[in-house]
């Protein structure tokens, strides 16, 4: 079984930062990319940065230059590093662990989700 459990969210003010955490665990093999999704209150669930075993990186336009991806492979964590915040970014951001092949399957698995709100 693998569990992806994200930690990191908060209440913050425009322009100031926060760092996201996510760790996947479980009997893991591998895990070919790492993902960070958001989901605004009514909107659909975006991608906003996603990363690969390789380091491999893709970012959401309304992100670039904002927000900086990062990961361990050896740890099975990955990182979202989220600075100059907008109120725009507020949302429930998920971690996915994208082709995450254990002993006997290969799935891909969601976390529980983590709240960023940011205040104007």
């Known amino acids: 079984q693998v569990q992806v459990v994200e930690s990191g969210g908060g209440l913050v003010q425009a322009g100031e930062s926060l760092r996201l955490s996510c760790a996947a665990s479980?009997?893991?093999?591998?895990?070919?990319?790492m993902a960070w999704y958001r989901q605004a209150l009514g909107k659909r669930r975006e991608l906003v940065a996603r990363?690969?075993?390789?380091?491999?990186?893709n970012y959401a336009d309304s992100v670039k230059g904002r927000f900086t991806i990062s990961r361990d492979n050896a740890k099975n964590t990955v990182s979202l590093q989220m600075n100059s915040l907008k109120p725009e970014d507020t949302a429930v951001y998920y971690c996915?662990?994208?082709?995450?092949?254990?002993?006997?399957?290969?799935?891909?698995?969601w976390g529980q989700g983590t709240q960023v709100t940011v205040s104007s």
């Open positions: 479980g009997t893991i093999e591998t895990i070919h990319a």
């Open positions: 990363i690969t075993t390789g380091h491999s990186t």
């Open positions: 996915l662990a994208e082709g995450v092949r254990t002993t006997d399957n290969f799935s891909s698995y």
